[in-house]
């Protein structure tokens, strides 16, 4: 890989406390990559794997729609129906004050204006 006129890794980089190249570097890499996969490849026949099946295991167990489908239509009737209602309700009074007070200043004012013609 290196040109013939030249050393890899040159005299100034040994020098300076670097024996690798990047070729080297990369190659043992790759057999730290491989490495990794063989574990990996056998952590099922640990405890930790056998940890990591029971807990995949209680993930997909775990997953059952009718509780998201449940918690959806909970939610909608809550939020929407009964809460829908108290806040129709609040309007209706808050409207029912405003008019009985209209109402009221109306009658005191009609009442002053009626006491003096009888």
């Known amino acids: 890989i290196c040109p013939l006129s030249l ?11 670097h024996n ?5 570097l990369v190659k ?8 990794t996969a063989d574990n990996l490849v056998s952590i099922t026949t ?8 029971q807990v995949k295991r209680f993930l997909c167990n775990m997953d059952v ?4 489908n ?8 809550v939020c929407g ?3 829908g209602g108290f806040t129709q ?5 808050w409207a029912l004050g405003i008019f009985l007070e209209i109402v009221a200043i109306l009658a005191n004012a009609l009442a002053t204006r009626l006491r003096g013609m009888s």
């Open 7 to 17: 050393n890899c890794p040159t005299a100034a980089f040994e020098g300076r406390g």
């Open 20 to 24: 690798d190249t990047v070729v080297g």
């Open 28 to 35: 043992d890499y790759g057999e730290d990559i491989k490495g």
């Open 46 to 53: 640990t405890s930790l794997g056998q940890a990591m099946i």
């Open 65 to 68: 729609s009718f509780v998201a």
């Open 70 to 77: 449940r918690y959806t239509q909970v939610r909608d009737e």
């Open 81 to 83: 129906s009964m809460l």
């Open 89 to 93: 309700i609040n309007w209706a009074l």
